[in-house]
């Protein structure tokens, strides 16, 4: 076992052999990562880590996902960092490079800029038993090909060599990690059951990675995808600076369409009034922050559940929605936007503009699928996906139709059950992470945070810990104080390692899946992105957000394997010593009182003191013996 500072700092110097060490090393610059850096330095006062980051900016998926439209559809009050509240937002729900803004100020408030290294790709951790450290493999990045998916920068190197991609490969060396890879980072590709996409002259790309350079101007836009990132995009396309002549939206099922939360006193009053009013009385945002969160977890009640409350509170919401959509939309589409499965089963859009762009004539929805492309032009049909084709009932077009096309935009989602990839995991025995998540049926950890196996690394924001219904970033938070419980003790040289104990992972893991059966997401009658097509939900949790803040707080030590160092044991065993006596006080003193309650309490301090004037005897012992054990 290698002994190690809490210093970064270069070993071997310039031997073939050197590396550098890092006591912590994070993987992802995006919010769960940020958080991370933030509160290792305000909580641990702890600033001998380093970021790194694939892409060439900070902000995970706000920064890859910069399409026209882009925004925080939840209120941004609740879209920001409890410890670095942000009062000052432009509105209700601001734009996406807003959202960057705000995550550099963070890094610049807690100065941790310099700790983050951007175009570095983590390509593999493995577990170094001896050493008890975990050796990284880092690719240095040519600029920009780190905003490029895993595909796009293979196929770069299938075309053009490896050069074109990497710079150079280094290993180092890490006694703590913590993953904050994120989930919404490989987009879905092209689908390979559509021909002619070698022959279209025009422009392929997705809305995670958007062409900054495609002119839309007069443009037959063809779009794949109704999810949140479409119904932002769409109507923005028709409109200034875009322009384009005609948008095609291609839809598979219909969302459920939520009106979107309207600032209080209306945009105006709300942007001019709420940063004067939340900065001069912080608790003010405080309560209107809690106020946002409080109305979240009713829906998580009476929305994603399996009860009688839950199934009458997605009635009525279903028939609210259902009522909007029809109010705002045209007649030719009410059949089409009506779904056939329980609010909550797929992710909803809260929207504020996609319905209502539908009555522009440039802007086109159909359920037709489309089934080839040509130089210029898609074909749609035969046929639909949304109603059932056989619904001999349905207006819905299935006859084929041919559409002039210059660029095709995907907004079909991302790969969300292959977590942590491309980021290959190797821990004890050799064992690989996600071959061990196959061989246990899909994706899971610990509280979504820890695999037995793996000492001493955390994920943050891992399986199973999506609710649904509250703020991402509210839950980044709980996992990273979790996390920070162990990797103090760690840094503190009171425990060398710690993971999971089997059973617990595979009893945690067997209850998320059970008690998910129960809840909208398996019941709801959909396909969407939270499972498998075997059933396997890795994504949600099937709590409140409130139970999860509360299992983060206090920890089930007794899961745990921690290895103590002889420090740690002393520690311990003073801490159990201290609360002997205490309890030995205790049950003595309640004793005297019951037995000599109209008497004098003399015999009662001459006997607390004995006893405590005994448990110091043994403390100092103790600390004797502990104290000869520690090396020289």
Known sequence: M??????????????????????????????????????????????????????????????SNRYPGVACDVPAIFYSFSFCPNYKWSSFHPPGPEII???????????????????????????????????????????????????????????????????????????????????LVEPNAWPDTIPGGEQFEGKIFHSAHWDQDVDLQDKDVI?????????????????????????????????????????????????????????????????????????????????????????????????????????????????????????????????????????NPKIDLTTQPLTSLQPRSVTLGPGRTYPDPKDENSKAPTD??????????????????TWLSPLKIIGKGGAVMQEVWDSRGGPQAYMGTAMDGFPNLFIIFGPNTATGHSSVILASENMVEY??????????????TVDVKKEKEQAWTAEMQEKLQDTVWHSGGCHSWYKTANGWNSTAYPYSQVDYTLRCMFPKWSDWNIQYTTKG??????????????????????????????GTLMRLQIMTKLYIKLGLYGLLGLMQKGVSRLPD
């Open 400 to 417: 084929e139709v041919q559409l002039p096309a210059d660029v095709i935009i995907l907004a079909n989602g991302f790969e969300l059950t």
């Open 2 to 63: 290698a002994s190690q500072s809490n210093t970064i700092h270069v070993v071997n110097g310039y031997d073939k052999d050197a590396y550098t060490y890092y006591p912590v090393i994070v993987v992802g610059a995006g919010e769960s990562g940020l958080a991370m850096g933030c509160r290792l330095k305000e909580v641990l006062g702890f600033d001998q880590f380093r970021i790194f980051e694939r892409q060439s900016g900070l902000g995970g998926t706000w920064w």
């Open 569 to 598: 044991l002393i520690k311990e065993r003073i801490k159990r010593t201290v609360k002997l006596v205490v309890l030995l006080a205790g049950i003595v003193g309640a004793y005297y009182i019951r037995t000599d309650v109209g």
């Open 483 to 496: 996390s920070l419980k162990f990797i103090k003790k760690i840094l503190n040289g009171d425990v060398q």
């Open 223 to 359: 779009v794949l995808g109704t999810g949140c990132s479409a119904a932002q995009l769409v109507p923005t396309l028709v409109k200034e600076p875009y322009n384009a002549k005609s948008v095609t939206q291609l839809m598979r099922s219909p969302p459920w369409v939520v009106p979107r939360i309207e600032a209080p006193f209306g945009e105006k009053q709300w942007a001019k009034w709420s940063p004067r009013i939340f900065s001069n009385f912080p608790i003010l945002g405080q309560a209107f922050r809690t106020f946002i969160f409080a109305m979240g977890e009713i829906d998580y009640w009476t929305i994603f559940q399996n009860t009688a409350m839950a199934t009458k509170g997605r009635k009525m919401r279903e028939g609210l929605m259902m009522k909007h959509m029809r109010k705002v939309v045209p007649v030719k589409y009410h059949e089409i936007l009506t779904p056939d499965y329980g609010v909550g089963c797929k992710r909803r859009i809260f929207d504020a503009a996609w319905l209502p762009s539908l009555n």
């Open 101 to 183: 803004r705000y995550f550099q100020g963070v890094c610049e408030k807690y100065q941790i800029v310099d700790k983050i290294q951007l175009n570095t790709e983590v390509a593999e951790l493995r577990w170094l038993e001896e050493e008890e450290l975990w050796e990284a493999t880092l690719q240095y990045l040519a600029p920009g090909t780190g905003d490029l998916s895993t595909k796009e920068r293979r196929k770069l190197i299938a075309e053009r060599g490896w050069e074109s991609v990497y710079l150079k490969e280094e290993r180092i060396r890490a006694k703590i990690v913590a993953s904050a890879a994120g989930g």
